[in-house]
Structures are given as structure tokens and as C-alpha cells.
């Protein structure tokens, strides 16, 4: 069983930063982790994933060049450091975590799923 606590979210002008975490508790080991979001009336899409060695990392389109995902194994925790962001970046922001170790953009590949924490990027 693992545990995901999503933090960092808020309220940002376009062009800003923010940098999400995720802390993970339990049976974290050698897996892969990633970020989902899921904006209203959309459906959850693929934003980020790291492997467990953290030597491969995977970004949606839409967010390559301003997003970068880390992680730090010692402190269970993966991060999210988004610039330049984009009205179109507002969503709810899910931490995943896989049964393996191997990064992937599948959301049907995660099996533990945080509660999200809301980026609101304005005008």
C-alpha cells in the first residue's frame, strides 16, 4: 500500500512558478511516479513521469521545456517545478505512483492515485 500527499498548488499569474510535491508513505519503492491533471469538463490527462532510478523522465507536449519533473528517493518525495505557466495550465493536479519502476504516460498503469491539489493560474 502507498500513500500520496499532493502540496504546493495555489494561485498564480500566468508567467509564474510554482513547485508541487508529493510525498509518499508505505511500499514506495522502485517505482515509477508521475503527474496527472485534470482541468473542469475535461477529461485527466498525462502531464509528467519519472523512473525510480530518475534517469528517464516523460512530458506531455504541452508542458515540455517548462515543466520539470525530480525526485528525491531518500525523502520519498517527487516534484513538479513548473514555469512559464498558462491559464491553460488551471487544473487539479494528481500525484501517481506505478507498480514498477519504468515510467510511463498510461494513466491505467498507476495503481495509487493522491487527492490532488488545485493550480489556478490567472490572467
Known amino acids: 500500500q502507498v500513500q500520496l500527499v499532493e502540496s504546493g498548488g495555489g494561485l498564480v499569474q500566468a508567467g509564474g512558478s510554482l513547485r508541487l510535491s508529493c510525498a509518499a508513505s508505505?511500499?514506495?519503492?522502485?517505482?515509477?511516479m508521475g503527474w496527472f491533471r485534470q482541468a473542469p469538463g475535461k477529461e485527466r490527462e498525462f502531464v509528467s513521469a519519472?523512473?525510480?532510478?530518475?534517469?528517464?523522465?516523460l512530458y506531455a507536449d504541452s508542458v515540455k521545456g517548462r515543466f520539470t519533473m525530480s525526485r528525491d528517493n531518500a525523502k520519498n518525495t517527487v516534484y513538479l517545478q513548473m514555469n512559464s505557466l498558462k491559464t491553460e495550465d488551471t487544473a487539479v493536479y494528481y500525484c501517481?505512483?506505478?507498480?514498477?519502476?519504468?515510467?510511463?504516460?498510461?494513466?491505467?498503469?498507476?495503481?495509487?492515485w493522491g487527492q490532488g491539489t488545485q493550480v489556478t493560474v490567472s490572467s
Open positions: 501517481a505512483a506505478k507498480e514498477n519502476r519504468y515510467a510511463s504516460s498510461r494513466a491505467d498503469e498507476y495503481i495509487y
Open positions: 508505505g511500499r514506495t519503492y522502485r517505482r515509477a
Open positions: 519519472i523512473s525510480w532510478s530518475g534517469f528517464t523522465t
